[in-house]
């Protein structure tokens, strides 16, 4: 496929592995498992969402999605990792940002999340810019998503 980042970038990518090293550290883990499942859609209109999750995750014993357990809220949240808002290209430098205005972690709300991007056919790899703070430690997360295959239509 040819053209800009960004327009490359257009469209539904389905996660393939989510890793992230400690800085200093060249053992990479799986902060959401070795088959964590996710998607990251990037719109034409300039937005975005990411939506990773630990496959597995136990359902509230009530099944009402406001009234659960503390453990089961923390549980359910620890797993999940969601985030959405604008996104900007830097062409020259092959930076994203995204612009987060709605998170499932609210430190990021306001913020910018700038990634590395590189595309490879149909495989695109992000890494986070900069360290970021992931139980206790400085990291860099690196996810590598595949282009999703559009679902086929029903008459």
């Known amino acids: 496929m040819s053209g800009t980042l960004r327009e490359q970038l257009i469209g539904t990518w ?3 592995s989510y890793t992230e090293t400690a800085v200093g550290d060249t053992q990479a883990s799986y902060p959401l498992g070795e088959d964590a499942l996710g998607t990251i859609l990037y719109a034409p209109d300039g937005y975005m969402a990411a ?3 630990r496959p597995g995750r136990k ?3 009530g099944g009402d999605i406001y009234q659960a357990s503390a453990d089961e809220f923390r549980d359910a949240a620890s797993a999940y990792l969601s985030y959405s808002g604008p996104y ?3 062409e020259q430098q092959g930076l ?3 612009s987060v205005e709605l998170s499932l972690f609210p430190n990021w ?3 910018v ?3 590395i991007a590189r595309l490879d056919g149909d495989t695109l790899h992000l890494s ?3 360290p970021m703070l992931a139980r206790g430690r400085e990291v860099i997360a690196h996810l590598r998503w595949k282009r999703a295959v559009p679902p086929a239509r029903h008459a």
């Open 14 to 16: 389905h996660l393939q």
């Open 51 to 53: 939506q990773l999750m």
């Open 59 to 61: 359902a509230f014993a």
């Open 88 to 90: 900007h290209v830097d």
């Open 96 to 98: 994203l940002s995204h």
């Open 109 to 111: 709300i306001g913020q």
């Open 113 to 115: 999340q700038q990634r």
């Open 128 to 130: 986070t810019y900069q």
